[in-house]
């Protein structure tokens, strides 16, 4: 027969030990339930990745269901350092000659050089100052403005179109100079200034003496030629006077633009789908590998991801009936690997889209088009309330029953430890009334062998 557990406890006898053990004994089958929850949340994460996977496909595969995917242009300039081009799918294709014959610019309007030698000193105490702007004239408040900078900071409160600044030019010991400058080029934004301010018995206007260099500070305009029409424009980048072309002009002279499909932006949308793909063939066999020690994936067995797997490849592999002659991926240099990926053969598809891109827009795009009926297969699993939303909704609702069932074990748990504690604590208070009444006896039969 053992002995007795006789710990730490009052009595030789550790009460709170065998509860625990009692305790850890009875809570194993919520350690069981709380083992299949935490399976089924792993469960429920790979199907929100099963989920984005498929997601990404149709978001790639929906790229090449338009036909605006097929009509992108591009447009090329025959020397960049005059003008750059970028195309719309609304441009013309084709090759034209531009004729830059001037840049935009704003107007720049300054002081006389070799006047200035501080910028906070007086050099006015009289006269009026203003600046005529498309039709509209601002007087400048000249109360309590005498120097150069106070003028500056006068003009930039009291007017938006024109900028004043101040430069030294370093020029001796008078290097400061009055500067003004349109905000936005072009002619219509040039302007005149009244100046009459003056010093003393000075005459007006020679305290600043302000003119416009005729040759580098007139306003201009964007001026080009485009099929003999003279084009004319504020903005050195002109955006809608050809149409579908964005030009950026650099400098004068003469560049031609031609403007051709743009292969490269379609091939890289068909590589995006095939990424997709096989990024979905990546989580796939993660999902289905064997078991190498650290248990089976959550979706191993699911028949979900099979079908979705299945029917993918279905769609891949098989002949697509249109009015074209291209009649499936591999008339595109699209196949499979032996790893289930799928590869391109670049060089097919350039040769493809240079001999009959009508044809490759007509398998990719439109109501009966490829991409159309591979990416309304793959709704039916990633849509609200489709086939991936409603296992989900399966698994949360065997997770919110396994958590019912936890908390329900857990409150008897709790009543089953306070039962035992109470039933342990009336035992020990017995066992030390025991113990007093023994010693009590032993006091009495010493006593009695007194005598």
């Not at 027969?1 to 009875?26: C, H, Q, R, V, Y």
């Not at 531009?98 to 030698?117: D, E, G, K, M, Y």
């Amino acid at each position: 027969m053992g002995s007795p557990i006789t710990l730490s406890g009052f009595n030789n006898i550790d009460f709170k030990a065998i509860t625990n053990i009692i305790i850890n004994a009875e809570r194993q089958p919520i350690t069981r339930l709380e083992a299949d929850k935490k399976a089924e949340q792993t469960k429920l994460t790979a199907y929100s990745s099963f989920n984005t996977s498929l997601s990404a496909l149709q978001t790639a595969l929906a790229k090449l269901a338009s036909d605006t995917a097929f009509s992108s242009l591009k447009a090329a300039s025959s020397d960049t350092a005059v003008l750059t081009a970028s195309a719309t799918s609304s441009a013309t294709k084709g090759t034209f000659t531009l004729n830059v014959i001037s840049l935009a610019r704003p107007q720049v309007t300054t002081s006389a050089a070799s006047q200035f030698s501080d910028i906070n000193a007086t050099i006015f105490d009289g006269g009026a100052f203003s600046i005529t702007q498309g039709g509209a004239t601002t007087n400048i408040n000249l109360t309590g403005v005498d120097s150069l900078a106070e003028l500056r900071d006068a003009i930039n409160a009291q007017q938006s179109g024109v900028q004043a600044s101040i430069i030294n030019d370093g020029t001796g010991a008078t290097p400061f100079r009055l500067v003004f400058t349109s905000k936005t080029p072009g002619l219509a934004n040039a302007f005149t200034v009244s100046d009459t301010t003056l010093l003393g018995a000075g005459a007006p206007g020679t305290v600043l003496n302000l003119s416009t260099d005729g040759t580098n500070g007139t306003a201009k305009d964007t001026e080009f030629t485009y099929n003999g029409i003279t084009v004319k424009s504020t903005s050195t980048t002109v955006s809608e006077a050809v149409p579908g072309l964005s030009l950026t002009f650099f400098k004068t002279g003469t560049a031609t633009v031609t403007v051709t499909d743009d292969s490269a932006a379609l091939k890289d949308k068909i590589k995006g789908a095939i990424n997709a793909f096989n990024s979905f063939n990546d989580f796939f066999i993660a999902q289905t590998r064997l078991d190498t020690g650290s248990g089976r994936p959550p979706l191993a067995n699911d028949p979900l991801l099979r079908s979705a797997n299945r029917q993918l490849r279905d769609y891949l592999v098989s002949d697509h009936p249109n009015s074209g002659t291209i009649k499936n991926l591999a008339a595109l240099g699209i196949s499979f690997e032996q790893s289930g990926k799928l590869t391109l053969d670049e060089a097919q598809l350039d040769s493809v889209l240079s001999s009959n891109r009508e044809d490759v827009a007509t398998f990719f795009a439109g109501a009966g088009g490829f991409a159309t009926k591979i990416t309304n297969a793959i709704k039916g699993y990633t849509n609200a309330g489709g086939a991936i939303d409603g296992v989900e909704d399966r698994v949360k609702k065997a997770i919110d029953k396994y958590n019912a069932r936890i908390r329900d074990l857990e409150l008897r748990l709790i009543n089953r430890e306070q039962q035992l504690n109470a039933e342990f604590a009336a035992a020990d208070r017995a066992i030390s009334q025991l113990n007093s009444q023994s010693s009590s006896l032993n006091g009495l039969s010493g006593q009695f062998r007194l005598f």
